[in-house]
């Protein structure tokens, strides 16, 4: 009697994992904030949400999405990055073939090719270059601002620049 249940369970187990498709592109949020708008009623919130999405082959996206519920915000920060999709020159080893710099509002990034040393960057720098699929690339955040919204935009902005 146990056994048929636990075999149930393993069934049921796998059946849900098959029955979603997996998505096409990897995605990261990268931060939810709540905004607020003051009205003459009150004050209104609204969650606004910084998300990354990529297929870890040399695509990468990044989306922002606004909305009275985080899970709507999520949507269309999704849907927005597959919009801002883009294709990025990369070496035949999932590297940059140069150095990169850019500077958006206060935040400064720095984007360098390294020989061997693996992926070595913090916070929001690390999650576009993982789900571009870089490798051997060094990232730095030279700025006073270490804002989720400030390095995303420079270092995404450059990359689109570079590569376009």
């Known amino acids: ?10 069934n049921n187990r796998r059946s849900s994992s098959f029955g979603r498709p997996k998505p096409e592109f990897d995605q990261k949020i990268l931060s939810i904030r709540r905004v607020t708008r003051v009205v003459a009623g009150g004050r209104r919130f609204s969650f606004s949400v ?4 990529g297929d870890k082959k040399g695509s990468v996206g990044l989306g922002l999405g606004k909305a009275g519920d985080t899970s709507l915000a999520i949507n269309k920060a999704i849907r927005n990055a597959k919009k801002n999709m883009i294709r990025l020159k990369l070496t035949k080893t999932m590297s940059l073939p140069y150095e990169v710099s850019a500077k958006f509002s206060s935040s400064y990034v720095i984007l360098m090719p390294n020989k061997g040393r693996g992926l070595v960057a913090g916070t929001v720098v690390r999650d576009i270059t993982k789900l571009a699929g870089m490798k051997d690339v060094t990232g730095k955040i030279l700025s006073g601002s270490k804002s989720g919204h400030g390095c995303t935009f420079s270092n995404f902005f450059k990359i689109l620049e570079e590569s376009g």
């Open 50 to 53: 910084a998300l990354v999405a």
């Open 1 to 10: 009697m146990a056994e048929e249940e636990n075999r149930k369970k393993n």
